[in-house]
């Protein structure tokens, strides 16, 4: 018996390791792709899935990764895994350009075949002229953005062509509102069930991207579609933190960040009680701030963090 035992917690232990170095080495990989060091990025990735391959969304960004260090085979490899897991963004996928270089090959058709066909499946009691309409929009509202985020990387971004970006971008949110408006106080916050998981992720985005008094309108009823399970709770902490600061409040997620004119970079603003905002985090589905932070390229640090709270809440104060 002892020696089942001993067996038993030997093969737990190495189960842990094993998981713990899968999201090791998933985080260097996204690290990378943050630095445009897409070719290292690829090299994490591969190593990460020598453990295991079942995370969708790690697979689709490893595919995005690959198809940048101009890495096709890989890339499509990984895409096709994403959909065998359970990626669904059939709008997202043809916008994203991170996959542009893969377009104009052949295999390119059968990978967006292969994801419709499997929508086509999924969708089937779905409401389909509902759906097509928000996947239009969702596509009209993440296009222009990544355009706009296109010109914003580059070495040296061009201001007059991102000013205009951002005007045709404004009046695009604005009549993606209108139509969104209409769909919400007509239908209600329809869940994943009638319109897909991108139709239905395509209603925050556009609410998300609005101005305050519309997110102020519109944050009760997504409140009850997360008690429905017709929202994303994960969603619903970005459009809480959002409000909350343009209220004047503090944030809740940290979902959140801002570029500080004192030092030119962008900070997490201002949360309450940031001993336990991994707790909170937790519970609606986000990593840790750790984790996220590195996505935006923002070193943290809890302790320097709340010792420059209340610098930071006066330069908020202050853009207000």
């Known amino acids: 018996m002892n020696k089942l035992l001993a067996f038993f917690f030997i093969v737990m232990n190495c189960l842990l390791i094993q998981a713990q170095t899968y999201k090791e080495w998933i985080k260097k990989a996204d690290s990378c792709y943050n630095v445009e060091n897409y070719k290292l990025s690829v090299n994490y990735y591969t190593k990460a899935f020598k453990i295991e391959h ?64 499997k929508i086509d499946i999924l969708s089937a009691k779905y409401d389909k002229p509902l759906e097509k309409e928000l996947l239009e929009i969702y596509a009209e509202d993440q296009g222009i953005r990544g355009e706009f985020m296109n010109v914003y990387k580059a070495q040296k971004p061009d201001k007059k062509k991102m000013d205009s970006i951002g005007k045709i971008m404004s009046l695009k949110d604005s009549i993606n509102l209108i139509k969104v408006m209409k769909i919400l106080d007509e239908r209600g916050w329809v869940g994943k069930d009638v319109v897909g998981t991108q139709g239905n992720q ?56 801002s570029k500080s004119k004192t030092d030119n970079k962008f900070h997490i603003s201002p949360m309450i009680d940031p001993d336990n905002v991994d707790k909170r985090r937790a519970e609606v589905g986000l990593g840790t701030m750790k984790e996220y932070a590195a996505k935006l390229n923002i070193e943290w640090d809890l302790e320097t963090y ?15």
């Open 202 to 257: 395509t209603l925050f985005l556009v609410i998300q991207h609005s101005d305050l008094k519309y997110q102020q309108k519109y944050l009760p009823m997504m409140r009850e579609a997360v008690k429905n399970g017709n929202a994303s709770p994960s969603n619903l902490a970005y459009l809480e933190d959002r409000v909350a600061l343009r209220e004047g409040r503090k944030q809740i997620y940290g979902s959140q960040s």
């Open 306 to 320: 709340k010792k420059e709270l209340s610098e930071m809440e006066k330069l908020e104060k202050n853009k207000e």
């Open 54 to 117: 079942k995370d969708s969304k790690h697979l689709y960004n490893a595919g995005c990764s690959a198809a940048l260090a101009k890495e096709n085979k890989k890339a499509f490899k990984w895409l096709d895994l994403a959909i065998d897991n359970g990626y669904e963004g059939i709008a997202h996928i043809k916008i994203d350009n991170d996959l542009k270089a893969l377009h104009d090959t052949k295999k390119w058709e059968k990978t967006i075949s292969k994801l419709q066909k």
